[in-house]
């Protein structure tokens, strides 16, 4: 099994032809629909049945008593931490 953890959408697309699932990083949560199009578009043109794909999301995730120790825990995480 090969999944691949891509970022841009090349390499979503690439994930969808060639693997066998995509571990993509959503940041912000809103793009995983986009990330999910590019990686079935990438299966669909390699004719490949993009249902056939595992795809699930990459999240950074900080967990804290108030929301703003939250955020300020994730401040060093790539991307924007919500």
């Not at 969808?16 to 299966?43: K, V, Y």
């Not at 249902?51 to 995480?77: E, I, K, Y």
Request: aromatic residues 6%; charged residues 10%; glycine residues 14%.
């Amino acid at each position: 099994m090969w999944d691949i953890c891509p970022f841009g959408p090349e390499f979503l697309a690439l994930a969808g032809a060639i693997g066998d699932g995509a571990l993509p990083m959503c940041t912000p949560p809103e793009s995983a629909a986009l990330m999910c199009q590019a990686i079935h578009a990438g299966a669909a043109a390699a004719g490949r049945d993009p249902q056939a794909l595992d795809v699930m999301g990459f999240v950074w995730v900080s967990v804290a008593a108030d929301g703003p120790n939250a955020g300020g825990r994730s401040a060093g995480c790539p991307g924007p931490c919500h």
